[in-house]
T-cell receptor, first 113, second 114 residues
């Protein structure tokens, strides 16, 4: 197991375009999280899944954002009609239910131009 | 409203000396605290944690201290090594948070000089 994998590592897109990121968690982890980190700030919670169910969404997650985790395995995060303010590092993490800490992926850096 | 704060954006320490990173929180429901280390272009990696039933947890060169009355925790690294140079984030979670969501501080950049 190579840990939490995120794809792509970098994405540059024009304002108004849609983008989709993928996260492959550690296989035995049933919890999956998405966080966003902007320059000089700590990661901010966006949403989390327990298996395939999306159980919590932050108010940071506007209607333009949608996340899925079909079959409780990999997850996708889609941003529609991107804005310059969406430029950030998008981090995925996973954990077992019994754990308090997460394992993070290396993130996807999004730049909206 | 920042519930977890790291008031020092950066810290510079000489190799071999002690590094002390501080973190304050405001939410009294937080009962589990973690420290993560982050290198450039990588995701945060878990370093050490502490439950609110303890006031100290030690793992090798790393020790975390928790002062619940002051809502303050600190990470001590001794002796500091150049490879410890990274951004350190403290994070907190609340037991009544069924999803175990973490609230992070803004980070402290540690530079250990050889």
């Amino acid at each position: 197991d190579t840990g939490v994998s995120q794809d792509p590592r970098h994405k540059i897109t024009k304002r108004g375009q849609n983008v989709t990121f993928r996260c492959d968690p550690i296989s035995e982890h049933n919890r999956l999280y998405w966080y966003r980190q902007t320059l000089g700030q700590g990661p901010e919670f966006l949403t989390y899944f327990q298996n395939e169910a999306q159980l919590e969404k932050s108010r940071l997650l506007s209607d333009r954002f949608s996340a899925e985790r079909p079959k409780g395995s990999f997850s996708t995060l889609e941003i529609q009609r991107t804005e310059q303010g969406d430029s950030a590092m998008y981090l995925c993490a996973s954990s077992r239910t019994t754990e308090n800490g997460y394992t993070f992926g290396s993130g996807t850096r999004l730049t909206v131009v | 409203d920042q519930q977890v704060k790291q008031n020092s954006p950066s810290l510079s320490v000489q190799e071999g000396r002690i590094s002390i990173l501080n973190c304050d929180y405001t939410n009294s429901m937080f009962d589990y605290f973690l420290w993560y280390k982050k290198y450039p272009a990588e995701g945060p990696t878990f370093l050490i944690s502490i439950s609110s039933i303890k006031d100290k947890n030690e793992d090798g060169r790393f020790t975390v201290f928790l002062n619940k009355s002051a809502k303050h925790l600190s990470l001590h690294i001794v002796p500091s090594q150049p490879g410890d140079s990274a951004v350190y984030f403290c994070a907190a979670s609340a037991n009544n948070n069924a999803g175990n969501m973490l609230t992070f501080g803004g980070g402290t950049r540690l530079m250990v000089k050889p």
